[in-house]
Structure formats: C-alpha cells, structure tokens
C-alpha cells in the first residue's frame, strides 16, 4: 500500500529539548516536504527536498532542520523548540513534475510546554 | 507571491443540500488547482485537480472547474452526505516554485443528518 507514515503521532515536550519527527515513504517519490497546520492559517510549508541531498527552506523555515540522506526518509528536526512551534505538522511526498498529487501523512501533533 | 483564498467557515448544512465553497487565487502564469480533503484525525487526501484553464475535477460527486478569467476553484457537490463533514483545503501548484502546494485556509463542513 502507497503510504507516507510519520512518527510519532503525538508528542509534548518542554521547551529546549531537541526532538526529531521521523517521516518515511514508499513510492519511490523525489519530492518530499513538511507543512505546519495553524488554524486559520491553512498548511504552510516548513521545508522541502527534490531528492537525495537537496533541500530548501519554504515559507517557514526558522527554527526548523532537515535532512534527506536517503530517498524514502525525510526527518523533521527541531534543535531546540519552543511553545510558537505548537503545531500540527504534516509530511508529504510526491513525484517531481508539476501537477502531480501529493501524498500526507497522517500527521503528528506537537505540543511545546 | 501566489495565494489561495477560501470562505471561512464553518458551513453548516443539512443532509442532501447544494454545496459551494469558494476558492480564488492569486499566480502568476497557469498553476495547476486541488482540492484536498481532510477527515477528522487523518491526513490531507486529494479529492480533485485541475491543471489547465476549463478544466474540470470531479470525484465522488464533487466537482470544480479551473476558472481563467475569474482565476477561481469553487467546489460544488448537489447533495452532501454526514460523512462528507471534513475540512476542505483549496490549493495550487506553480511549477516553477518547486512543487510547492500554496493551500488556503481551509473551509470546515459539518453535515447535520
């Protein structure tokens, strides 16, 4: 089954502790990014990779990093969150050429304290 | 930069009512037009698309038509169900900013039986 799965689901920190949201996908897609969901803000995008070691800021990169080492994996790296990081962060993962359909995750909720 | 605007909501209808939510953007060029879908505790779905003017995405009685010269996406359903309650993201993909989705800010539907 074509999925993009994200872990974990859900998770509270405090404020400072470094936290990795791992993302992983399976159909050998090159594109693959991070959205955070606000209400009212609709999804934005954190991040974003067009293959293996490639990656860009999106509309919100600050205080975020990422890595794509391999193909299928694209973690979320926060070194060091604080409580505006409070969100509903989504992956995805889609083929390269424009107009294609993204994939999500089911998405992870993160709460800073 | 490209936007998406959608109504806020959130719309409240009965079973088997007419539905519209309205969607406008602002690209430069032609992007491609989603709709996505998000059920509650789940990941965003493609529910439709469109990639160039007059085109017109349907799926599971849904449909919207890429409008040019009103540079709009509305989604339209003639008889909504309780389980079409979820929150509607209208987005866009301009190509040449890396496949990035610009999404709206996201309509909730709740079907009332």
């Known amino acids: 089954e074509a999925q993009v799965t994200q872990n974990p689901r859900y998770l509270i920190t405090v404020t400072g502790k470094k936290l990795t949201v791992t993302c992983s996908q399976n159909?050998?897609?090159?594109?693959m990014s991070w959205y955070r969901q606000d209400p009212g803000l609709g999804l934005r995008q954190i991040y974003y990779?067009?293959?293996?070691?490639?990656?860009d800021k999106g509309d919100v990169p600050e205080g975020y990093k990422v890595s794509r080492k391999e193909k299928r994996n694209f973690p979320l790296i926060l070194e060091s969150p604080s409580p505006n990081q409070t969100s509903l962060y989504f992956c995805?993962?889609?083929?390269?050429?424009?107009?294609?359909?993204?994939?999500f995750g089911q998405g992870t909720r993160l709460t800073v304290v | 930069g490209n936007s998406v605007t959608q109504m806020e909501g959130p719309v409240t209808l009965s079973e088997e009512a007419f539905l519209t939510i309205n969607c406008t953007y602002t690209?430069?060029?032609?992007?491609?037009l989603f709709w996505y879908v998000q059920y509650p505790g789940e990941g965003l779905q493609l529910l439709l698309k469109?990639?160039?003017?007059?085109d017109k995405g349907s799926n599971k009685g849904f449909e919207a038509t890429y409008r040019k010269e009103t540079t709009s996406f509305h989604l339209e359903k003639g008889s909504v169900q309780v389980s079409d309650s979820a929150v509607y993201f209208c987005?866009?993909?301009?190509?040449?900013?890396?496949?990035?989705?610009?999404f709206g800010g996201g309509t909730r539907l709740m079907v009332k039986p």
């Open positions: 995805a993962s889609s083929l390269t050429q424009g107009g294609t359909e993204a994939f």
């Open positions: 159909m050998n897609h090159e594109y």
């Open positions: 990779s067009m293959n293996v070691e490639v990656t």
């Open positions: 690209a430069t060029g032609y992007p491609s």
């Open positions: 469109a990639t160039k003017a007059d």
């Open positions: 987005a866009l993909i301009y190509n040449n900013a890396g496949n990035m989705l610009t």
